[in-house]
């Protein structure tokens, strides 16, 4: 069975850091594009940061840019967002998804985590 799990959400106070981590269980995630998504409440689900399966390269949405780092640790099968400076708009269910593309949008991403939520507030 194929199954994406994420972890390390929680609160966190406004410009403090969070890592979260996506690992496997049957898939090589270094196969893959990976990608971190996101859902506000009353809002869509959006790709944020995403890291291809070719040469490493990352896409970041501009709100994240310079704050959120993608990562892989291939010898733990597992991909890392890294959350800095963050801030109550970040607040969300924080999903990540594997797909077979250099795209960042939803539609082409297949195998999906069940989602850890990030609240920041003070």
């Known amino acids: 069975q194929l199954q994406l799990v994420e972890s390390g959400g929680g609160l966190v106070q406004p410009g403090g850091s969070l890592r979260l981590s996506c690992a496997s269980l049957?898939?090589?995630?270094?196969?893959?594009?990976i990608g971190w998504f996101r859902q506000a409440p009353g809002k869509e689900r959006v790709g944020i940061a995403c890291i291809n399966s070719s040469d490493g390269s990352t896409y970041y949405a501009d709100y994240v840019k310079g704050r959120f780092t993608i990562s892989r640790d291939n010898a733990k099968n597992t991909v890392y967002l890294q959350m800095n400076s963050l801030k109550p708009e970040d607040t969300a269910v924080y999903y990540c998804?594997?797909?077979?593309?250099?795209?960042?949008?939803?539609?082409?991403?297949?195998?999906w985590g069940q989602g850890t939520q990030v609240t920041v507030s003070s």
């Open positions: 998804a594997s797909g077979n593309s250099n795209s960042c949008l939803e539609r082409f991403y297949d195998y």
């Open positions: 049957g898939l090589t995630l270094d196969d893959y594009a």
